[in-house]
């Protein structure tokens, strides 16, 4: 069974302020999800990620193999990003699942 | 492009009930996974269809079931209730699985009571 870490759990910033979630996982991979979720619920999913670097506007995710790791890096943060922010590791082709982290709790305040 | 419609959107029901959820995934997605989170466990993976076969199941009780129609539309089903089972639901869709991403669904609030 992987085991997913992040960290920080909760993170808050000023406006402005680069951010960066860091997640963990314990066995190989086919793809890694950075989520995001607002109060309320509802799930947006951000990035994809089986190798190297994404970029979507201000935010970008990178991903090592070797170490097992990702990052989710916030540039120029605003307080509409305030949501809580989760990693996700998946086998692929159904085999498994999603296996979630904890998530990060992230306010940025104006 | 319609997104993933889970109804309804909030359900109060009374413990040793049973509920069954629905989900409608984007159009053309063939698989549709469901999730279960809460405050202690987090999001947790409870089952996952394509083309009306389920593929995978978490580890939860045989409580929980599902099934996949063969428009994708997808329904779970909770019997016999229990105060724990207080949750949010959600379902995601996919064009194949895990290899080419995931659109969630709102998620439907769950209160047993």
């Known amino acids: 069974k992987n085991e997913v870490e992040q960290s920080p759990q909760n993170l808050t910033a000023q406006e402005g302020e680069f951010i960066t979630i860091n997640c963990s996982y314990s066995v190989g991979i086919s793809a890694l999800h950075w989520l995001q979720q607002h109060p309320g619920g509802g799930i947006v999913s951000l990035f994809m990620l089986s190798s190297g670097k994404k970029k979507h506007g201000r935010l970008i995710a990178t991903i090592n193999i070797q170490e097992k790791h990702s990052s989710l890096h916030i540039t120029a943060s605003h307080p509409r990003d305030s949501a809580v922010y989760i990693c996700?590791?998946?086998?692929?082709?159904?085999?498994?699942?999603?296996?979630f982290g904890k998530g990060t709790h992230l306010i940025i305040q104006p | 492009k319609a997104g993933v419609t889970q109804t309804p959107r909030y359900l109060i029901k009374t413990r040793g009930q049973q509920v069954t959820l629905s989900c409608s995934p984007i159009s053309g997605h063939r698989s549709v996974s469901w999730y279960q989170q809460t405050p202690g466990q987090g999001l947790q993976f409870l089952f996952e269809?394509?083309?009306?076969?389920?593929?995978n199941k978490g580890n939860f009780p045989g409580r929980f079931s599902g099934r996949q129609f063969s428009n994708s539309r997808s329904e779970m089903n909770v019997s016999t209730l229990e105060l724990g089972d207080s949750a949010l639901y959600l379902c995601?869709?996919?064009?194949?699985?895990?290899?080419?991403?995931?659109?969630f669904g709102s998620g439907t609030r769950l209160t047993v009571v």
């Open positions: 269809y394509f083309s009306e076969t389920q593929r």
């Open positions: 995601a869709s996919s064009l194949l699985g895990d290899s080419v991403g995931y659109t």
């Open positions: 996700a590791v998946g086998l692929g082709g159904g085999a498994d699942g999603l296996t």
